[in-house]
């Protein structure tokens, strides 16, 4: 049974960079779509964006030009970034698998609240 | 990018009835790739139905999905307590994948 299980530091000022890992148990991060998304508190879902194992990227244009979604294989983990944050960015961070490109999220991590705040 | 609008709202009925979901897409959603998505709060989203009618591993067959081009329907035949939830539409068929707004189904 796979699992997603997010990790990171719950708060972070503004203007600096939000950080997040996933680490997959229970399958291999090879060949899948790995993705994040997120959820104000209160509200509705966002996609991100996702990275393919071999490293290709996709992101959503409203966040481009400050995400980076990266992955470590030899650790089954990936990555979100995101620059430059402001409170609006405060929400529930959420990383799921996608079969392909064009793919539901059949797996997602429990979620994991991070916080813009001075 | 696809805009998709959930209706109604918020949908208000008892337990044993039927409940019916309404996604309506800006533009026609390619190969229907079109999910639906159940969440409890405190938790993440629930895969219900991919492809507009496809039924995830374990889903009940009280959950079923229809619709294609940009109208697509999640009916819930009988309601069960632990249906009482916010569901989620969304498409992912062109980039940037994109949710409803959400539907809270609340009992009665």
């Known amino acids: 049974q796979v699992q997603l299980q997010e990790s990171g530091p719950g708060l972070v000022k503004p203007s600096e960079t939000l950080s997040l890992n996933c680490t997959v148990s229970g399958g291999s991060i090879s060949n899948y779509y790995w993705s994040w998304i997120r959820q104000p508190p209160g509200k509705g879902l966002e996609w991100i964006g996702y990275i393919y194992y071999s490293g290709s990227t996709n992101y959503n244009p409203s966040l481009k030009s400050r995400v980076t979604i990266s992955l470590d294989t030899s650790k089954n983990q990936f990555s979100l970034k995101l620059s430059s944050v402001t409170a609006a960015d405060t929400a529930v961070y959420y990383c799921a698998r996608q079969s392909s490109y064009a793919s539901h999220m059949g797996y997602w991590g429990q979620g994991t609240l991070v916080t813009v705040s001075s | 990018e696809i805009v998709l609008t959930q209706s109604p709202g918020t949908l208000s009925l008892s337990p044993g009835e039927r409940a019916t979901l309404s996604c309506r897409a800006s533009?026609?959603?390619?190969?229907?790739?079109l999910a639906w998505y159940q969440q409890k709060p405190g938790q993440a989203p629930r895969l219900l139905i991919y492809g507009a009618s496809s039924r995830a591993t374990g889903i009940p067959d009280r959950f079923s999905g229809s619709g294609s081009g940009t109208d697509f329907t999640l009916t819930i035949s009988r309601l069960e307590p632990e249906d009482f939830a916010v569901y989620y539409c969304q498409q992912y068929g062109s980039s940037p994948h994109t949710f409803g707004q959400g539907t809270k189904l609340e009992i009665k």
């Open positions: 533009q026609t959603i390619s190969s229907n790739y």
